[in-house]
């Protein structure tokens, strides 16, 4: 109820958040060319429409409407407006003023605690429900994260084959108990029965390969099909990886339902289903996305988190930790990526929560143990030989083939995806999926390297040869018991080879089918194929390596570190290597990604090979564009993301972004004590945008503050409910007092709680590196450029969006500026505004000409010769 009364009662901060919102999203970056993908009715205001989040600022200049210094900042009401201050889907919210009320809402609890015993064991309970939110989440993502792994096993070997002793045991678990395997096929034995035996009774021959063939392509592209028609009937939001959106709501943005039960439950199903298909995708993606919504849904069960958005966004950051704790069985590379890549605020405590959220999950899937060996992952691997000085050339080479391959992959995916989108193709995403895992398992099957589980090929890749390894990679000329000598180098037998070509196959079909998977209306994880490519390559550029240090083992390179018989070069540690930078290359992640690799395989000697491999494919892929694959999508999408990677180095100022252009329509502006409920409604049905300037009267034209669409459409629906005399005629009043009205006038309305004193401003002369940094660093969504205290116009996010956009089309930076008008310079006020969208409407105000009699008639003299309308036309999109 505390945090309800914050929304409401004079709360003065609802700040300039949404003056409009009736575009569609298409318009947000059209004239860069970007692609939006929303097409529910309730999507074409994704982010014009973004406008309804309240805004709070820290107070320095108000517009010079604001009452005196001793006016509160909150507004007291007898009694708060149900709904006020609320935030409807695809809506930003706005930070300030949720921590505003949580601070409130601290304070109330702290003054009651040494009321009663009740009131302290309340406060207690306040105390602790974010440590109890944290554990639930933990709980829940590691329990899931067992119960994927386990299922996708099982499913995964169902295309082979089936256990007949125990239909619920994978290929490995159902020959455990064996006494009749060998240590050549120990992945044979009676219990378990591929296709062709159960249905032709023949394990051997061309009938049976056709069949098992057969099966194996049924199989995927039953489970593929399953996957895409749940996900396109129950929850569309369980499709794709889930970590571009994440991103986007950590910012603060809102999309009901993303994290709900509905998406929660069917993306746990269809990602299983997903990676049994053999389509190229992984689960750790998803997996943070599921593991967001446990936090969500958990959040719900604590009033201090579901009636706050920026404290549940703080148990968010700490789900994305513990989801990626369970997805690599790396809780601090957990911590790491939430802090490095998802989260947009990230306090000490969220830190310390996200730990525990990551300690509490792998501790749940360690005690499941899905894997079977006792371990968090499946490919934990350790190497006994250590890395020597003259390898980091091979390893910056396949630093520069992950960041290649990372520059490629985002360009050729984004690609497809913008083609999907914009033709008929992308109507038909069940025919799609089919067709890709048709065309997948087809060509998957003759290769044992692509037909395997892609964490499985990993772990082989990964594995340095030794006595217990039966696998075609190990197969050297001088064996010992079948196996290679693993005391010292030797030639590579005919096994090696024939596994190199394979390898060289694999690698171009994971690196073809990766590129038209992600992306598919399935839950699909870009985290393991990556790695693949990025292993296979590794493991292809080690096994060469070792064969050159045998073969020459006198060359300058080899001849201090390589003796002749000595074990010198160790390919799996190749694989790892290339595996993290591939995913370096693709994510551009750095610190988060040497930690989730040290902790994946366990290597702590090889921290050094990792970090230049994951630099040097950063510093490559940079060269070709500084956007990861999930920022490339968040752009692809429209969504509102300011990236705070990216560097403004252009000159411009803020007048030459802000809106409105010359030549625009009128604003549509609210004076505080003139209107009647009649002309406040006419306003407000005769426009669609979502918020109005409050000005002092026509002729003053002084700034007051900036009342919401939604707030004064609520007031005034719950004061005609609740108050006698409110009538058309009624006078609407925002000023702390009722104006002098008539005796029989009827009743006036106050809706002064529902205004914002406080929008944030910048001169016409900021630049706009420093309104861009603001805009990142405070989460705005819009500021009012002014001009000697005279609003010129506004820019909003979606101004910035498009400013960046048009330019990246420009290849030299803006180094000139017009002139600037003759007037003192002015600084910036920092007062922290509202997030919010505006419409594309362009709109125009009547500030300048009827300012001329105030200002005199030169200002517009000047205006006109500096290429400003002398009439203030407000383009509030």
């Known amino acids: ?152 096993d099982w499913m995964n070997d169902l295309k082979e084959g089936v256990c007949l002793s125990a239909l619920w045991f994978n290929h490995e678990q159902c020959c455990w108990t064996s006494n009749e395997t060998t240590f050549a096929e120990r992945d044979k034995c009676p219990q378990w029965k591929s296709w062709a035996e159960l249905i032709l009774g023949q394990a051997e021959g061309p009938g049976s390969y056709i069949m098992n063939y057969f099966m194996y392509i049924y199989w995927a592209l039953s489970f593929a099909f399953l996957a895409v028609c749940l996900v396109k009937v129950f929850a569309p939001y369980a499709c794709g990886s889930g970590i571009p959106e994440i991103k986007t709501i950590l910012s603060g943005f809102i999309i009901r339902g993303y994290l709900g039960k509905w998406t929660l439950m069917i993306k746990t199903i269809t990602l299983v289903l997903a990676v049994a298909s053999g389509l190229s995708l992984g689960k750790e993606g998803p997996l943070v996305h599921v593991a967001c919504c446990c936090g969500n849904i958990f959040s719900y069960l604590f009033p201090k988190y579901s009636k706050n958005e920026a404290k549940k966004r703080e148990v968010l950051s700490a789900a994305s930790a513990a989801g990626v704790s369970v997805a690599f069985g790396a809780p601090i590379g957990g911590v790491l990526f939430s802090l490095e890549e998802v989260s947009y605020y990230f306090p000490l405590k969220t830190l310390w929560r996200s730990f525990f959220a990551a300690l509490v999950a792998a501790f749940v899937l360690r005690s499941i143990n899905p894997f079977g060996n006792s371990r968090l992952v499946l490919f ?13 050339i091979p390893f910056i080479l396949l630093g520069v083939f992950g ?5 490629f992959f985002i360009k050729a995916n984004i690609a497809w995806c913008r083609r999907r989108k914009s033709t008929r193709f992308g109507r038909y995403p069940v025919l799609e999926v089919i067709l890709v895992a048709a065309i997948t398992a087809v060509v998957a099957f003759p290769n044992p390297y692509t037909r395997k589980n892609t964490s499985e090929l990993i772990k082989e890749l990964f594995t340095d ?145 990792l970090m230049a491999a ?99 459409t609520i007031a005034i629906e719950n004061a005609r409910r609740k108050q006698e005399g409110i009538v058309l005629n009624s006078r609407v009043y925002f000023t702390q007092h009722a104006p002098t009205l008539p005796a029989d006038s009827p009743r006036p309305l106050k809706l002064r709680s529902i205004l914002d004193m406080s929008p944030f401003t910048v001169t016409d002369h900021t630049p706009m590196e420093i309104v861009v940094d603001i805009f990142r660093k405070l989460g705005l969504r819009q500021c009012l450029v002014t001009h000697n205290g005279i609003v010129l116009g506004i820019i909003t996010k979606k101004n910035i969006l498009e400013h960046l956009e048009e330019l990246k089309q420009q290849s030299p930076p803006l180094v000139t500026s017009p002139a600037p008008l003759h007037t ?42 500096h290429g400003l309308s002398p009439v203030l036309d407000l383009n509030l999109h």
């Open 1 to 152: 109820m505390e945090s309800e009364q914050l929304y409401h009662r004079g709360y003065c901060r609802n700040s300039y958040n949404s003056i409009a919102s009736a575009s569609s999203d298409e318009e947000l970056l059209d004239g860069a060319g970007v692609i939006m993908d929303f097409h529910t009715t309730e999507d074409d205001n994704l982010l014009d429409g973004d406008a309804a989040s309240p805004g709070s600022n820290y107070a320095m200049s108000n517009g010079g409407g604001a009452p005196s210094s001793s006016t509160h900042l909150l507004d007291f009401l007898e009694e708060p407006i149900p709904g006020v201050g609320t935030y409807d889907d695809f809506h930003t919210i706005d930070w300030v003023r949720e921590k505003c009320k949580d601070r409130e809402r601290h304070r109330k609890i702290n003054s009651k605690k040494k009321e009663s015993a009740w009131e302290f064991t309340k406060s207690l309970y306040d105390a602790w429900s974010g440590w109890l939110v944290v554990t639930l989440t933990g709980l829940a993502s590691g329990a899931l994260a067992g119960l994927i792994d386990i299922a996708a």
């Open 380 to 392: 934990y691997v350790e190497y006994h030989t250590p890395w020597y000085l003259f390898e980091l």
């Open 403 to 407: 960041g290649l391959w990372g520059a």
């Open 465 to 609: 040869c030794g006595p217990l390894e039966s696998s075609q990679l190990c197969q050297y000329r001088s064996q010992m018991n079948g196996t290679k000598a693993f005391s010292d180098d030797q030639p590579a037998g005919p096994g090696v080879y024939s596994a190199m070509w394979q390898l060289c196959l694999a690698l171009i079909f994971k690196i073809i089918m990766t590129i038209f998977t992600f992306g598919l209306k399935v839950p699909s994880g870009l985290f393991i194929p990556s790695m693949a490519i990025g292993a296979i390559a590794g493991r292809i550029v080690g096994i060469a390596m070792e064969q050159l240090a045998y073969y020459h083992h006198d060359w300058f390179l080899f001849k201090e570190w390589c003796e002749v018989g000595a074990d010198c070069i160790t390919p799996g540690l190749y694989a790892m290597v290339g595996a993290a930078a591939c995913l370096g290359g693709v994510t551009r992640m750095t610190v988060s990604l040497v930690i989730i690799v040290f902790e994946l395989t366990g290597g702590l000697e090889y921290i050094v090979p």
């Open 614 to 712: 994951v630099m040097t494919s950063k510093w490559v892929g940079d060269a070709f564009g500084r956007e990861g694959i999930y920022e490339a999508h968040i752009r692809l999408n429209g969504y509102p993301f300011l990236d705070s990677k990216e560097e403004f180095t252009h000159t411009t100022l803020a007048r030459e972004v802000m809106r409105p252009r010359r030549n625009d329509p009128p604003l549509a502006v609210l004076t505080q004590d003139d209107l009647t409920v009649e002309e406040l409604q006419g306003i407000i049905n005769e426009t669609s945008y979502n918020g109005f300037p409050v000005i002092v009267s026509k002729e003053s034209q002084r700034l007051v503050g900036f009342a919401l669409r939604r707030d004064i």
């Open 824 to 865: 003192e310079a002015l600084g910036w006020s920092c007062n922290v505004g509202p997030l919010w969208e505006l419409s594309p409407t362009s709109v125009q105000s009547p500030f300048w000409t009827q300012r001329e009699s105030h200002e005199g008639p030169d200002i517009k003299a000047q205006l006109l010769r």
